[in-house]
């Protein structure tokens, strides 16, 4: 099963270009060819209307590195959350600066949601 994984973030916090450059330069230090692509979207309200748009395999390890690698990419911008909201409106939040073992619990708790459409929030 492959995850579309839907990435936005607020224009105050960085441009979702920066976003996708920093996120595929991180993900290929850590070994995984992720390519985001940008689609236009319909939110607005301080939020680019660009998201950025990946398809991950659900039980790859690339899954786990996109989440970690928004994680570590949200402190360096010093976001102050993170919001992950699944194809049935389930929604996680936690802040930005959440540690290693906990995001790896995150990753687990979105596989279970059996999703195939997770999208991921920077405030």
Avoid: W
């Amino acid at each position: 099963m492959t995850i579309e994984i839907q990435v936005v973030t607020s224009t105050e916090i960085i441009p979702t270009e920066s976003l996708r450059r920093a996120l595929e330069a991180r993900l290929l230090q850590d070994g995984h060819a992720i390519a985001f692509e940008s689609r236009n979207s319909q939110i607005t309200r301080g939020i680019d209307p660009t998201v950025l748009v990946a398809l991950v395999g659900a039980g790859s390890t690339a899954f786990g590195a996109v989440i970690a690698g928004l994680f570590n990419i949200a402190k360096k911008f010093r976001c102050e959350k993170i919001v992950l909201q699944g194809k049935g409106g389930q929604r996680i939040e936690v802040p930005a600066d959440t540690d290693l073992q906990k995001i790896k619990q995150l990753v687990d708790e979105i596989r279970r949601m059996d999703a195939d459409n997770v999208k991921i929030a920077l405030y």
